[in-house]
């Protein structure tokens, strides 16, 4: 009977007369309102214990009354919906929740989240290894850094150091005289040269007419030829008499043209151009 009693007085929503018909020996003290809780005052009496809470809990947990929240009241199986990211326990800065070692989660560093990270490979991609912090070597396709080795690579010299890279495979810039085979030749200058009109005398030169060469030195050659055919301007019309020779020679940066005059009389010449281009 005693267990009667007991369980009847945590049944939430049970009216008190009910309970008294069906337990012979227990009464109320004063009337219950429908709608209410029962109430033991002792194991001979019930009365009215107050309105049913919202929604109509008796009980939380088993326990009545004032109920606290005590641990392990709650379990993720009670639990539906979704958590906010507000809901989460706050994390350090520059940190991520991980576990290194297993067991409960920790904020793991920057350090301790890059242990986690899968090493590169050829069908994996991840890490790269740790920089060995120099400029003599490069991070090679197996994921390996290595020396490289300037002997194997097509044109190249001793040393990286020496531009050791093939010819044919530089687009712009200028190559060092250096740099050219022995056996090269370099143009130092080409141009034109217009020569005067004005009459040059028996046995005498026409002052010299110039163009600039930069880079033309006392010790170069120029090559200069007419650039059309000049057998039929006055001066260099072939005759028994002769025709004015031109003398060509280089000063500093300058080409030097003069018109001389090896017949009997003064001689006034057509216009005439010399091309001249000096190598080395």
Not at 122 to 136: D, E, K, V
């Amino acid at each position: 009977m005693k267990k009667l009693f007991v369980a009847a007085a945590f049944v939430a929503l049970f009216s008190s007369a009910a309970f008294a018909q069906s337990n012979p020996g227990v009464t109320t003290r004063g009337a219950v309102t429908p709608g209410h809780l029962s109430t033991f005052v002792d194991k001979f009496h019930i009365q009215d214990g107050g309105a049913v809470p919202a929604g109509g809990v008796a009980s939380v947990f088993g326990r009545t009354g004032v109920v606290v929240a005590v641990s392990g009241d709650y379990s993720f199986s009670l639990i539906s919906g979704q958590a906010a990211l507000t809901q989460l326990p706050t994390l350090g800065a520059n940190t991520a929740l991980c576990s290194i070692a297993g067991g409960t989660p920790i904020n793991c560093s920057k350090a301790q989240l890059t242990t986690l990270i899968n090493q590169s490979t050829a069908s994996l991609p991840g890490l790269m290894p740790a920089w060995p912090n120099n400029t003599t070597t490069y991070l090679r396709g197996d994921d390996t850094f290595v020396t490289l080795n300037c002997a194997a690579l097509s044109g190249s010299a001793a040393s990286c150091g020496t531009d050791a890279t093939n010819a044919t495979n530089i687009s712009s810039g200028t190559l060092a005289v250096a740099r050219l085979p022995a056996t090269a030749t370099l143009t130092i200058a080409s141009g034109t040269v217009s020569l005067g009109t004005t009459a040059v005398a028996s046995g005498a030169c026409s002052a010299a007419y110039t163009a600039t060469a930069t880079g033309l030195a006392t010790t170069d050659t120029i090559q200069a030829t007419f650039n059309g055919d000049p057998t039929g301007i006055v001066g260099f019309i072939p005759s028994t008499n002769g025709m004015l020779a031109i003398i060509v020679y280089p000063t500093a940066n300058t080409v030097n043209a003069k018109e001389c005059n090896n017949t009997g009389a003064s001689i006034t010449p057509g216009a005439v151009t010399l091309n001249f281009r000096v190598t080395r």
